[in-house]
C-alpha cells in the first residue's frame, strides 16, 4: 500500500470555459493565463485552501506558445488571486503580475484602433482604453520604473517592457496614418510615437496620484488633458 507522502488525492475537479478556437470566439479577448488563474482560484476558493502549503502547479498546456507560451503554470500559480506561491519571492510574484498586466493593457489598445476617426481621436481611444485597462494596478505598472531590484538580478528590459510595447502599438497606428498621407511622408513618426509613451506614462503618474482610495481615476480630467497634448503632436507633425 503507498504511503501518504507518494499518494495522490482528488479534492476536487474545475474545468475553465470552452469557446470556438478563432479570432472573433466568444472567449477571444480572454488569455490562456487568465483562464488558467479562473481555474487556479476556483479550486482555492472552493475549498478553503491554504495556498502557502502548496509546493507545486503541474500543468497541462497543448501548444505553449504565443500568449500561453513560456511556464504558464508557473505564471498562474503567481498570480495575483490565485497565488500558489510558496516557490516563489515577491520579485517573481511582481513581474510575473506585471507580465500579464503588460497583456492585457496592449491587446485593449490594439482592439480599440478605429480606422474610421480621426488620427487625434484614433490615438485618445487607444491611450483612453489603456488608462481604463490599467487604473486598478496602477501602482504595479508605476513601481516597475521606480523600484531598485536587489543585488541588479532583474534586467531593465523586463521592467520597461510596457513602456516599449504602448511605443509599439502608438507607432503601427501613426506608421498606417503616414502611409494614407494624413502626416507628411518626411517626418520622424518614430520620435512622435516616443514623445506620446511619454506623455502616457506622465499622465498615467499624475492620475494615480489624483485618485481615490480605491486608486480610481478622473477619467474625464484625464481624457481632456490627453486629447490636447495628442493634437499638439499631431498639429506638430501635419505642419513639419
Known amino acids: 500500500m503507498p504511503s501518504p507522502e507518494n499518494s495522490a488525492y482528488i479534492y476536487d475537479h474545475v474545468r475553465s470555459p470552452r469557446g470556438k478556437g478563432k479570432k472573433d470566439g466568444s ?59 510558496n516557490f516563489a519571492d515577491k520579485n517573481e510574484i511582481f513581474l510575473t503580475v506585471l507580465e500579464s498586466e503588460n497583456t492585457r493593457v496592449i491587446r485593449t489598445m490594439r482592439d ?36 531598485k531590484w536587489s543585488q541588479g538580478q532583474t534586467p531593465v528590459n523586463q521592467v520597461g517592457q510596457m513602456s516599449d510595447l504602448i511605443r509599439f502599438v502608438l507607432l503601427d497606428t501613426l ?23 511619454d506623455l502616457c506614462l506622465a499622465n498615467l503618474r499624475r492620475a494615480y496620484q489624483g485618485s481615490d482610495d480605491s486608486g480610481a481615476f478622473d477619467m474625464e480630467r484625464l481624457a481632456k488633458s490627453l486629447n490636447a497634448q495628442i493634437a499638439l503632436v499631431v498639429a506638430g507633425l501635419k505642419a513639419a
Not at 480572454?30 to 485552501?49: P, Y
Open 175 to 197: 506608421k498606417a496614418a503616414q502611409a494614407r498621407n494624413e502626416v507628411p511622408q518626411s517626418v520622424n513618426v518614430e520620435c512622435a510615437a516616443e514623445v506620446l509613451e
Open 112 to 147: 480599440a484602433l478605429d480606422e474610421k476617426l480621426d488620427l487625434v481621436s484614433r490615438l485618445h481611444t487607444q491611450l483612453m482604453r489603456g488608462y481604463e485597462a490599467t487604473q486598478h494596478n496602477a501602482r504595479i505598472v508605476l513601481s516597475a520604473f521606480v523600484m
Open 27 to 85: 472567449l477571444h479577448q480572454i488569455t490562456a493565463l487568465d483562464l488558467s488563474k479562473q481555474v487556479l482560484e476556483a479550486v482555492k476558493d472552493r475549498n478553503s485552501l491554504d495556498t502557502s502549503l502548496v509546493d507545486d502547479v503541474m500543468w497541462g498546456c497543448v501548444t505553449p506558445v504565443g500568449e500561453q507560451g513560456g511556464d504558464i503554470a508557473r505564471a498562474a500559480g503567481l498570480s495575483t488571486g490565485a497565488l500558489f506561491a
